[in-house]
């Protein structure tokens, strides 16, 4: 039997990873976006098209700050701020730009 449980009240996280792509259109172009986090956490974006300075920080580390919710094994977040972060000396991650 498979779970199809909805949470529609999302809670605020900020959480760090890269952004990935996760689906395209016929022409290739991206249509769809998840951050992978550590842990194997995946969180796909459910505003992109509000959003399009996303596609232009994919397979880069960021801070990411929005309401998610979870919709049966998914998790889904409205993008709300977002941080890109770039790796500094001696492995410590430093602020390079922000929204």
Same mark, same amino acid.
């Given at each position: 039997?498979?779970?199809?449980?909805?949470?529609?009240?999302?809670?605020?996280?900020?959480?760090?990873?890269?952004?990935?792509?996760?689906?395209?259109?016929?022409? *290739?172009?991206?249509?769809?976006?998840?951050?992978?986090?550590?842990?194997?956490?995946?969180?796909?974006?459910?505003?992109?098209? /509000?959003?399009?300075?996303?596609?232009?920080?994919?397979?880069?580390?960021?801070?990411?700050?929005?309401?998610? *919710?979870?919709?049966?094994?998914? /998790?889904?977040?409205?993008?709300?701020?977002?941080?890109?972060?770039?790796?500094?000396?001696?492995?410590?991650?430093?602020?390079?730009?922000?929204?």
């Amino acid at each position: 039997m498979e779970r199809t449980v909805t949470e529609q009240s999302g809670c605020v996280e900020t959480v760090e990873g890269v952004f990935i792509p996760d689906g395209w259109n016929s022409d *290739f172009m991206v249509t769809s976006v998840f951050v992978a986090c550590d842990g194997e956490r995946e969180i796909v974006v459910r505003n992109l098209a /509000e959003r399009p300075e996303v596609l232009v920080m994919l397979r880069r580390r960021v801070r990411v700050t929005g309401l998610v *919710f979870r919709t049966g094994w998914r /998790e889904a977040m409205d993008v709300e701020r977002v941080v890109l972060l770039t790796e500094a000396r001696k492995g410590h991650a430093s602020v390079r730009s922000e929204e």
